[in-house]
């Protein structure tokens, strides 16, 4: 069964700029989420996002449809994250921290939930570069450990460890924010 994507790809594949530009519309908003859940700067995603889409355009025949188009998108887009990670070998921050902007008297304004999805995001922002990339990719982004080994060219009892690791980081930093915020 042919799908529109499977169209927009074959046109793509003949280089028509106009199947380029939807392909690009349709995936360019979550392939720009990913890489900056990863980067955690926007500037820095944008790039990623976009080079993603430049080596995936110049690389459309070796895209087999053994996975989803958007699946086979998505390991580029984190490649090029990784990537940019790799060459700046330093930790990414948040762009602004959302617990800093909550005022203590405007506290009942916010959901419990939305405050809880904001600790775990800076909590997540303040782990060293290795242990939030391992947990963007198993936790957020839902790869399995098979395909995080894959990605991040590790051995499976590492990837393991350092999920594990991770995990107890997250937890920890958590703890500590909850503990310096009254509110949380």
């Known amino acids: 069964m042919t799908t529109s994507t499977d169209i927009l790809i074959e ?57 989803s188009f ?39 304004k916010y959901d419990f939930q939305e405050d809880e999805i904001k600790v775990l995001l800076h909590a997540l922002s303040l782990l060293p570069e290795k242990l939030r990339v391992i947990l963007n990719l198993s936790l957020i982004e839902g790869f399995d450990n098979e395909e995080i080994c894959e990605i991040l060219h590790i051995s499976d009892g590492n990837c393991r460890t350092t999920l594990s690791r991770a995990k107890k980081s997250l937890r920890e930093t958590i703890e500590k924010l909850k503990n310096e915020r009254k509110y949380i």
Do not use: H
């Open 11 to 67: 046109a793509c594949r003949q280089n028509d700029p106009k199947a380029q530009l939807e392909l690009y519309k349709q995936y360019a908003k979550a392939m720009y989420n990913t890489a900056l859940r990863m980067l955690q700067q926007q500037d820095k995603a944008e790039d990623a996002t976009q080079e993603a889409f430049i080596k995936a355009f110049q690389k459309l025949d070796e895209f087999r449809g053994e996975s």
């Open 70 to 108: 958007g699946s086979w998108l998505k390991r580029i887009v984190i490649n090029e994250a990784l990537m940019i990670i790799r060459q700046e070998k330093r930790i990414l921050s948040l762009e602004e921290s959302f617990i800093d902007q909550i005022d203590d008297n405007e506290q009942e």
